[in-house]
C-alpha cells in the first residue's frame, strides 16, 4: 500500500532474522517473524489477491526501470552513485531533490561517515542494532542501486530513519 520500494521492508527482517540465526544460533527472531508473518499476510492479503489476479501490476514498472539486464558494470556504476548520495552528489531530479545535492551538508556528511564506522565496528564486535542498522542501509538502498537513474531518493527512502540515525550516533560521539 506504498512506493514500490517499501517492498523491500518485506525483506529487512527477514534478513535480520537469518542474521541472527547464523551469527549467534538465537532462533527467537525466526519464531516471532513467523507470528508477523502470518499478520501481515491477513493484512496484505486484498492487495495479493489483486496482484494474483493483475501479476502485471506487480512488475510492470519494475521491469520498466530495471537496470538488471544491462550486467554487472550497470549494477556497479549504481552502487557507486547511490554510496555517494550521502555525500558527494544527490539525486538529479528536481521534484525529488534541489538538483544534485547529497542527503548530508558536509558536516552531518561526515558525522553519517563516522557513525556508519561506529556501527561497523560494533557489529563486528556483535551488537545486534548496529547489525540490523547496517542491513536495514543495505537492504533499502538495493531499490535505488537495481534501477535506472541513480541515485533515486524516492526510491531510496526507506534508509532516512537509519542514514540519519547513523549521523546522530556519529554527531554523538563527537
Known sequence: YAHPA?????????VDALYRWLRWRDARPLKVLSAATVGALLVAAP?????????W???SHAEEVSVLGQGA????????????????????????NLPGRPVFDALTGLAFLLGLAIAA???IRGAAWASLALIWLGVL?????????APNFSRAI???????????LGMERV
Not at 6 to 14: C, E, M, Q, S, V
Not at 47 to 55: A, D, F, N, T
Request: charged share 15%.
Open 73 to 96: 558494470e550497470a549494477l556497479g556504476r549504481n552502487a557507486l552513485k547511490v554510496a555517494g548520495m550521502f555525500n558527494l552528489a544527490g539525486d538529479p531530479v528536481r521534484w525529488r
Open 141 to 149: 538502498l538495493i531499490p535505488s542501486i537495481v534501477t535506472d537513474a
Open 57 to 59: 501490476l506487480f512488475t
Open 158 to 168: 526507506g534508509v532516512l530513519p537509519v542514514a540519519c540515525l547513523l549521523a546522530a
Open 121 to 123: 565496528r560494533a557489529a
Open 47 to 55: 492487495l495479493l489477491v489483486y496482484w494474483w489476479q493483475h501479476p
Open 6 to 14: 517499501g517492498r523491500g521492508l518485506i525483506a529487512l527482517p527477514l
